[in-house]
Every structure is written in C-alpha cells, then in structure tokens.
C-alpha cells in the first residue's frame, strides 16, 4: 500500500472547500466515505458506527443526486429543509448531516487520542473519544450498544500496523486531524446558527 490508509482522505480534503470557502457536498461524502476502510480495520467495534456513517452518505448522496446543481453546497440541504419544516425529522438530510458529522467528530479524537497517546490501550482511546463526542447525544440503548462493541476493540500494536502500509501513521493521522476537524466545527457552528445542532438519539 503506497503511504497510509488515511492517504486517499487526506488527498480529497483538498477539495472539499470551494474558492470561497464553502462546503461543497460530493468531495465531503467522498472524504466520509474514504474513512470507512479505516474503521474495517477495526472490525466488530466499529461495526455500528460505520453502518450509521454508510446510511448517513446514502441519504445525503441520495439527496444531492436528485438535483446535483441545487444541491452542491452541503449546508443547501438544511436550507431547503428549515424553508419547508422538515429539518427536525428523523428520516432528514439534515439529521444525516448532524449525525454524520457526530460521527466523523468521534473518529477525529480518537485518531488524536492513538497518536497523542501511544501509551493508551485502543478501548482506552475509543472510549475516551466516545466520552467526549457521541455520548451525550446517545439515549441509553445506543450508549449500552457502544460500551459493549468497544470491548470488541482489536490490539493497538496490530492495529496500527495494519493502517501503516508504507507512510508516517502517526504524521498522517495528526494531519488528518488538523485538516478535518475545522471542516466539522464549520458544519456543526452553522447548524447551531439555524437551531439544530442539539438533536438527540431515542
């Protein structure tokens, strides 16, 4: 494998901001979905978070290839939603957005954490990264799920040579952090400015 598993996400960051700065939709999902070999790496613990993040990208790219033009700009979505009263729904794009950004926030610590923390056992970091992102918005079944597939976690040495290939892990997996994390601080400060950022799970 020529550089890391996180190579590719990283290439097709470059393109998810537009001249001006705004979130364009395809190369975000595309970055989304480049993070799913990652967490097959991590087997059965993870299995849950990425079915939640693949049905998220479906609804979302199902949206956006309706009308591709209408649809370019990710935050065009929650506007067309606010504009008809629908952005509260559960089955939304709106919704997809806000839990698929939850989601990648969940992934970003706990990439931080492994590089930050190499002293850290993997359930160490996933549920540090779990304590500090997705819990809060959790009810109490989603949180019982998380806490029981986290056991599941693979061993941290094998782990990560697995997702080395032939690059820096720990350089790529920092500038993977740096270079995502504002891109979700964007998303979640613009759906706080339209009231919907503190949706909760059942």
């Known amino acids: ?7 590719p996400a990283l290439e097709g960051m470059k393109d998810v901001k537009s001249e001006h700065g705004e979130l364009m939709t395809k190369p975000f999902l595309e970055v989304c979905k480049l993070v ?10 993870m299995t849950v978070v990425k079915s939640d993040i693949s049905a998220n990208i479906a609804r979302l790219e199902s949206k956006y290839n ?9 935050y065009s979505f929650v506007q067309a939603e606010v504009e008809i009263k629908t952005a509260k729904s559960s ?12 989601a990648m926030d969940f992934i970003v610590v706990l990439f931080h954490n492994l590089a930050q923390h190499q002293d850290w056992s993997m359930s160490q970091a996933c549920n540090d990264s779990y304590s500090k992102t997705l819990k809060k918005w959790h009810g109490w079944l989603a949180s019982s799920s998380f806490t029981v597939a986290i056991k599941l976690a693979p061993d941290r040495k094998k782990f ?10 720990n350089s790529d997996m920092e500038k993977f952090c740096m270079a995502f994390s504002p891109i979700l601080q964007q998303i979640h400060k613009f759906l706080t400015s339209v009231g919907l950022d503190s949706m909760k799970a059942p």
């Open 160 to 169: 990560m040579e697995v997702i080395s290939g032939n690059g820096d892990i």
């Open 66 to 74: 309706d009308n591709p033009s209408r649809f370019n700009y990710l």
């Open 91 to 102: 089955s939304s794009c709106t919704n997809g957005l806000l839990w698929l950004t939850r």
């Open 1 to 7: 494998m020529e550089g890391t598993l996180f190579s």
């Open 36 to 45: 799913l070999p990652i967490l097959d790496k991590f087997g059965a613990a």
